[in-house]
Structures are given as C-alpha cells and as structure tokens.
C-alpha cells in the first residue's frame, strides 16, 4: 500500500522480515515434501504443520541475530551470504534442539535437517541476488551515454575498482574503462570495462570515447606522478577530479561524494615520510602540554595533533580571543573528555606567563607564537624583536624555573643567515635557546626549523586564492624565486617526533625535499580554478 505522496505504508525491513519468513516456511514445506516423494505410502501432508511454529521463531531469532538486517540488498554481497549460511546452519541446529525437547523429533525424517539448510540458503540468498542484478542494470540503463557524464578512470587498481562500482550503482556518471601504466593490464577487464591503455595515452582516449571527466583513483601516488597526471588532464582539456587518500577516506566507498578537485598540496611540497609514532606517542601520552600561539595555523594544528595522542591536559595559549575560542571549542567538541585550559594572553607578559606555567605545570611547552610576516615586520622593528625574541626569551626561562622537561622552539629557514627582521629575530630566540641549553638545567631547548607551510595564514597559497577570486592579478616578486613547502599537518607531525625523541640544545632542520618555484605555484592555482594563466587570470612579477 502507499500513500498519496507515493510513499509505502509498509517499512522496508518489515517487508524482508514477512519475505524472509515464508522462505522459511516454503524451504521447511518443500524439503518434506521432497523427503517424501521417495517414501511409499508416505503420510499425508499438511501446509502448516505442529512444528511449524517453532521453525518460524527459531529461525526469526537466528536471523535478527545474525545481522543480517542490517544488510540492504541494493549491495547483497559475499559477506550476506557468509551470514546466511550460518544463519540458515544456525538456525537448523536450534530447531533440532527444541523439536527434541518437545516431540524428541517425532515424525521428523532426520534428512530434513541436513536439506533444510541448504534449500533455506539458496531462498534467501537467490532473491537478494536478483535483486541486486536487476537493479544495476537498471541503474546502468539510466547511465547510458547522453544521460550521465561518460568517465574515464586512471589507475586499475583496487582504488579503481571501487570507483567504478559505486559509480555505476549511483548512476550519476557513466564510467566507461581504464587507463593504467602497468601495460600488461592493457584489453583486460575490470567489473566489465576495458583498460584501454596507459595514463600517457590520455590525449588520444579523451577525444576517441569522448570523455566528459577524468578521475584519478590512485591515492598513493606521489606528487611528482600528480604533477604529471594533471598537466596531461590539463593538455587534453578535459574536467578531473581525484579521490582522497586513504588515510583522509571515512567511509568505505569512493561515490560521488568523494570526487574532489585536485588540491595545491596534491601537487607540492615532499614526500611523505615513515615518522616513528611509537615515539610520538609516548612523548606526549599522559603528559601535560602547552601550546603557546595556539591559535594559529601551525600552533592549532599542533593541538589537534596533540589532542590525539592522549595527553593527561592540553593548556593552550593565543593573544587572539577569536582564534583562541575557535581552537578551543574544536578540540573540546572532538576530544570531549580531554583536559583543556585556554589562556588569553601575551607571551611577552612576563607575569601572566609565569603564573599560566606555575599553574599548569607542562611537561612539554611548544613554543608556536610569533610574529612571521617579513614585509610587514621590516617597518615594526620594535614589535618584532617583542614578540619574537623577547615573548621567546619570557617562555624559556618560565619553563626552566618551572622545571619544564622539554621546550620546543618552532623557528624558520629564514633565521640561516638573515636577511630581514623576521629570521633577525628568530635567529635570535634560537641562539638565547642555544645558551640556556649549555647550562645546568633540567629542561631540554629544542628548536625545530623548517620552510614555508602550505596554505597557513599569511602565506602565499591564500594570497594567491584571493587574487584568483577577485580576478587577478596574481603577483610573483621574480619568475625564478623558489620556495620549500610542506603542508601542515606533515610539519606539525615532524615537529611532534623532534620533541620525542630529541636531545637539547640542537637545532634540528627538517627535510623540505625539493624547492618549487613561485611561478609554477601561481599557475597550478590558476589552472586548478578552471582558468587558464596569462590569459583568464595574468601573472604579474614584481
């Protein structure tokens, strides 16, 4: 029955319950009647016979238990019919039991029990099957070319796989085969499609199977293969997206819903790197740590990060009521249970300083509050060597008169040889960490010292994003300057296993891997946007 709004009166699983249950009927009524048929003079049969009531409750508790209504039969699979096998061997093995209880199985032929499961299995799992069957290519019938997006799918993987089944069971796109490098997968199959050749190829195949979009399932290449597989997505003129990486993937499915644009940080920075986590949790598990500039991108990063590794408090410190609120009521929200003090206040105060670290008393400070724009701090010389170098100066030695185990310093590549205000007065916070470390303290100074971070505030990747947005243009101070990146999550990652596992008084330079030119990061944003550089959007060199 159904409504006017054409909704059903009757709930889904109310009706694969009423289902289930007469396939259980018709399997315990055919496999006697089966059993019969080669019995001369056999008694007559009924259509619900006295054990019958106890089959249906038996075999209706198996089957709730089992799990197996918490299925939907749009994606029967193996493991459904893993559940019932057992379910249907279950379910036989408690219905012996209790007709032997009751009637010590009288008039109950003992070969119902071994045909009985078998015939349940093939009724329940045959029409679940069906089901699936003919809904997919339902499904693919709504997908033809001229009704959905015709896809082609890099990489024949297992990523690939997926893909293309979710993508067929949507029916939003119409995927139509592969590309893979591996050549020896070149005319074979995949759920049904060819893998017509390699990624190199992608020109030709985009034109010949006229493909309306490109997605690249390869999670775990890198970004030298990312940089490649867009610009040639980019020379056939042609959309693309990409899927997430596992470690970024929730559900278990690659649909739709997952497609998403190639990202700047897919395409720069290094290469990921095997951290020692055994380390870094031990660092930091069960421990009191205190962020200072925690609300800043590397600092709430850090929190986040930190949150995660099951200290016994957070403290968190920022200047910034705004960023210090915001930063406070993520973590709280996602790590309710977690110890959290939020302090308002400015490293430079010496007072207020001493009276957060007494307090709290951290095992860990990690040192994030400073000052980083270089333009903007070579005309406030003041407020830079205050910020930088004298908030650094008030936080060391609170830690050290506080009894603090490790100080963490997260300083700059700029402060290697300076050229500005800003690497003057972050060479100058390390060095004065440098000193307290020669001397007779029980705290460890450690400074960690790395490059640009991709898309934190102030940085260049934002910049250009608003420049892009408003229209251009987009502004390079030289077509050669180059730059190391990594994004924020990896550096903060980096910054946690030097505090873990690092002696006092060095200074420890993390590995940016190769530099990239300012210039090529303009025009992937640009391209990135669905705009082409110099033309929709110019680049102008300052």
Not at 351 to 372: L, N, Q, S, T
Request: proline share 5%.
């Amino acid at each position: 029955m159904t409504t006017q709004n054409g909704n059903s009166l009757i709930h889904p699983r109310v009706a694969i319950v009423v289902h289930d249950l007469f396939m259980v009927w018709a399997a315990w009524t055919l496999v006697h009647a089966l059993r019969y048929s080669f019995w001369p003079g056999s008694p007559e049969l009924t259509w619900f016979p006295r054990e019958m009531p106890i089959v249906l409750v038996v075999q209706a508790l198996v089957l709730h238990v089992s799990g197996l209504y918490r299925g939907i039969w749009r994606f029967a699979s193996l493991p459904d019919l893993w559940n019932i096998v057992r379910a249907a061997t279950v379910g036989t093995v408690g219905i012996g039991l209790a007709m032997f209880l009751l009637y010590r199985l009288e008039g109950v032929p003992r070969s119902v029990f071994v045909m009985y499961p078998v015939l349940l299995t093939f009724l329940l799992g045959g029409p679940r099957l069906a089901y699936r069957v003919w809904k997919d290519h339902r499904l693919e019938f709504h997908a033809r070319p001229g009704r959905s997006v015709r896809v082609l799918i890099l990489g024949a993987g297992r990523t690939g796989d997926l893909l293309a089944r979710d993508l067929r069971a949507e029916g939003i796109y119409y995927p139509i085969g592969f590309l893979d490098d591996d050549r020896q997968l070149r005319g074979r199959k995949l759920r049904g499609l060819p893998v017509f050749g390699t990624i190199g190829e992608l020109d030709n195949w985009v034109s010949e199977k006229s493909v309306g979009m490109v997605v690249i399932a390869i999670p775990s290449a890198t970004r030298a293969e990312m940089r490649r597989i867009v610009e040639l997505c980019e020379g056939a003129d042609v959309d693309f997206r990409t899927v997430p990486r596992m470690q970024d993937l929730v559900s278990g499915h690659f649909g739709s819903a997952q497609l998403q644009t190639v990202a700047i940080e897919d395409l720069l920075g290094r290469e990921p790197v095997d951290l020692d986590w055994e380390a870094i949790r031990s660092g930091c598990s069960g421990r009191a740590v205190l962020v200072t500039g925690g609300g800043g991108s590397i600092g709430a990063e850090l929190c986040r990060q930190i949150a995660q590794l099951s200290p016994a408090r957070l403290g968190i410190v920022d200047q910034s009521e705004f960023n210090l609120y915001e930063i406070e009521r993520e973590v709280r929200h996602v790590f309710p249970d977690l110890l959290i003090e939020a302090t308002l206040a400015d490293v430079c105060d010496t007072r207020a300083m001493d009276r957060v670290v007494g307090r709290f008393r951290p095992d860990i400070v990690f040192h994030a509050a400073a000052y980083k724009q270089v333009p903007l701090l070579q005309a406030q010389l003041r407020e830079a060597v205050r910020n930088n170098l004298v908030g650094t100066m008030t936080m060391a030695r609170c830690a050290q008169n506080h009894g603090v185990s490790r100080f963490v310093l997260i300083s700059t590549d700029k402060a290697v040889n300076p050229a500005n205000v800003m690497g003057a007065t972050k060479r100058s916070a390390e060095i004065f960490c440098q000193l307290l470390a020669e001397g007779h303290t029980a705290t460890r100074f450690l400074t960690v010292r790395f490059g640009n971070v991709l898309d934190s505030a102030g940085s260049v990747v934002p910049l250009f994003r608003e420049q892009i947005a408003a229209g251009g243009p987009v502004t390079v101070t030289h077509p050669e300057v180059t730059r190391f990146f990594m994004t924020i999550p990896e550096a903060c990652q980096l910054i946690l296993e030097t505090a873990a596992i690092g002696d006092g008084g060095q200074i420890y330079v993390l590995d940016m891997g190769q530099p990239v030119r300012i210039r090529y990061l303009a025009e992937q944003m640009i391209r990135l946007s669905g705009q082409t550089p110099d033309e929709d959007i110019p680049i102008v060199y300052t």
